[in-house]
């Protein structure tokens, strides 16, 4: 079984030495983290949102946007 733990780094230092003290862990420290995806990432990676989102954006700066206010709930 493979177990992946994210520490801040002010507390690494402290993690690894109390993982490795343990005789079953075998620890070792990450070479890169996993790259997050953004939300816009996220609606590029689709067609069909990839075109509703360029759509939007070309209607923004043509001059069509609308602004609205937002709802007190």
Request: net charge negative; proline share 4%; charged share 25%.
């Amino acid at each position: 079984m493979k177990i992946t733990l994210e520490v801040p780094d002010n507390k690494a230092a402290f993690m690894m030495e109390l993982l490795q003290s343990l005789p079953f862990v075998k620890a070792m420290t990450a070479h890169t983290k996993a790259k997050t995806q953004d939300e816009t990432e996220y609606l590029l990676s689709n067609p069909a949102n990839a075109k509703a989102l360029t759509d939007a954006i070309q209607r923004l700066e043509s001059g069509q946007g609308m602004q609205h206010d937002l709802i007190d709930a």
